[in-house]
């Protein structure tokens, strides 16, 4: 399926936010709908180079797009072209609440990437997502709550900035699998092609 993408901006707490849009076009794989909702994709750190642009972000947008989602990689807070500056963690779940909250379909996934799951596992314990996607989730640097049941939670067997047995530890109260991936490291080189058949295997 071939995606269009397009620049959006929505007003948040510390003013605008800088959104890609990437739109699904063409054919929808068989049996999916060719629109079948929205997906809001987070990113990592954004005082460490975190950006919307970043390929595990990329990667997650496009496995969900080709499903029929039109995926929102908003930049947080004083990165890129969004206003303001880093939030400590609290202002970009606001970041991602205000993009939620504009975004026009019932049906949403929040998805994120490193410290951008670990906002997505905060912001999913204030609303009603359709589905959760964390890989590589920042649980050493955050207290990250729990999700609900059906999360998808990917890691890298060779993970040097988030243990995998940290979040082992996090999810095994919760009684949640974790989808490991051989030899990955924290930024899935050269393993992105895995990361993207896993979503798309354990989609339904």
């Not at 640097?141 to 067997?157: K, N, Q, R």
Request: glycine share 12%; aromatic share 6%; with cysteine.
């Amino acid at each position: 399926m071939r995606a269009s993408t397009r620049r959006r901006f929505v007003a948040g707490p510390a003013g605008r936010i800088e959104c890609a849009l990437d739109l699904p076009g063409g054919a929808a794989p068989e049996g999916t709908p060719a629109v079948r909702g929205a997906a809001l994709v987070a990113h990592p750190h954004p005082l460490h180079g975190g950006t919307l642009d970043n390929k595990v972000v990329q990667t997650l947008a496009r496995a969900l797009v080709e499903f029929g989602y039109a995926a929102w990689r908003p930049n947080f807070r004083g990165v890129g072209a969004s206003e303001g500056g880093f939030g400590g963690g609290q202002g970009e779940v606001e970041d991602l609440l205000s993009v939620f909250q504009e975004i026009p379909s019932e049906k949403i996934v929040l998805a994120g990437f490193s410290f951008g799951a670990a906002m997505q596992a905060k912001l999913a314990a204030r609303v009603k997502p359709e589905r959760v996607v964390l890989v590589g989730i920042a649980v050493t640097s955050f207290a990250v709550p729990g999700v609900p049941p059906g999360s998808m939670v990917i890691h890298g067997e060779r993970d040097e900035t988030v243990p995998l047995a940290a979040v082992l530890d996090w999810a095994r109260p919760q009684d949640l699998p974790v989808v490991l991936v051989p030899g990955a490291d924290h930024f899935f080189h050269r393993k992105l092609h895995v990361l993207r058949g896993i979503v798309q295997a354990n989609w339904k």
